[in-house]
T-cell receptor, first 112, second 113 residues
Framework: SQTIHQWPATLVQPVGSPLSLECTVEGTSNPNLYWYRQAAGRGLQLLFYSVGIGQISSEVPQNLSASRPQDRQFILSSKKLLLSDSGFYLC???????????FGPGTRLTVL | GENVEQHPSTLSVQEGDSAVIKCTYSDSASNYFPWYKQELGKRPQLIIDIRSNVGEKKDQRIAVTLNKTAKHFSLHITETQPEDSAVYFCAARWETSYDKVIFGPGTSLSVIP
């Protein structure tokens, strides 16, 4: 069966520091991968999606970037964190014909 | 543009009563409508979904209805229990190259024992 991992689970970072969040998927090949952000008490904002290795599309301009160095690995990065980057970051995967998106356990990021 | 609206934003019901959450979507090309439940501090979990060629789907105490003409769909939870308390998100999917899904803003459901 498919499994999705995210780490770290929680992170506290100072403003201006770099960021790297990792997501890996097991049990499937060539998944579509997604990064979402959820501010406290708010909905799900799609940040990036990827349909294959090295293929990244951004939904909203922001202080973040994403990379997909391997088929089942998706990385979210920032060179300098802002206070507004705080939130719950969720990675998700889907397989095109199966339609459903499944979420990872998330990383709770606090920028101080 | 693509948009999913969801109402109400908060809902409080007595244990045993029914809860109904309604969503509308903007793009008639939408063909798949999942519902997710998110408990506090946890990831969203798929609880039920419906495809555009189906009008209603039921799974125990949960049912979803779809009206494609009116572009709205609803989640019905019967005999609510305290463990149903959570935030519920509706979503609509467009069949593009990457399974684009637009989420509603969420409904915070509280079931009072």
């Amino acid at each position: 069966s498919q499994t999705i991992h995210q780490w770290p689970a929680t992170l506290v970072q100072p403003v201006g520091s770099p960021l790297s969040l990792e997501c890996t998927v097991e049990g499937t090949s060539n998944p579509n991968l997604y990064w979402y952000r959820q501010a406290a008490g708010r909905g799900l904002q799609l940040l990036f999606y990827s349909v294959g290795i090295g293929q990244i599309s951004s939904e909203v301009p922001q202080n973040l970037s994403a990379s997909r160095p391997q088929d089942r690995q998706f990385i979210l990065s920032s060179k300098k964190l802002l206070l507004s980057d705080s939130g719950f970051y969720l990675c998700a995967w889907s397989v095109l014909r199966e339609r459903t998106q499944y979420f990872g356990p998330g990383t709770r990021l606090t920028v101080l | 543009g693509e948009n999913v609206e969801q109402h109400p934003s908060t809902l409080s019901v007595q244990e045993g009563d029914s809860a109904v959450i309604k969503c509308t979507y903007s793009d008639s090309a939408s063909n798949y409508f999942p519902w997710y439940k998110q408990e506090l501090g946890k990831r969203p979990q798929l609880i039920i979904d419906i495809r555009s060629n189906v009008g209603e789907k039921k799974d125990q105490r949960i049912a979803v209805t779809l009206n494609k003409t009116a572009k709205h769909f609803s989640l019905h939870i019967t005999e609510t229990q305290p463990e149903d308390s959570a935030v519920y998100f509706c979503a609509a999917r467009w069949e593009t190259s990457y399974d684009k899904v637009i989420f509603g803003p969420g409904t915070s459901l509280s079931v009072i024992p």
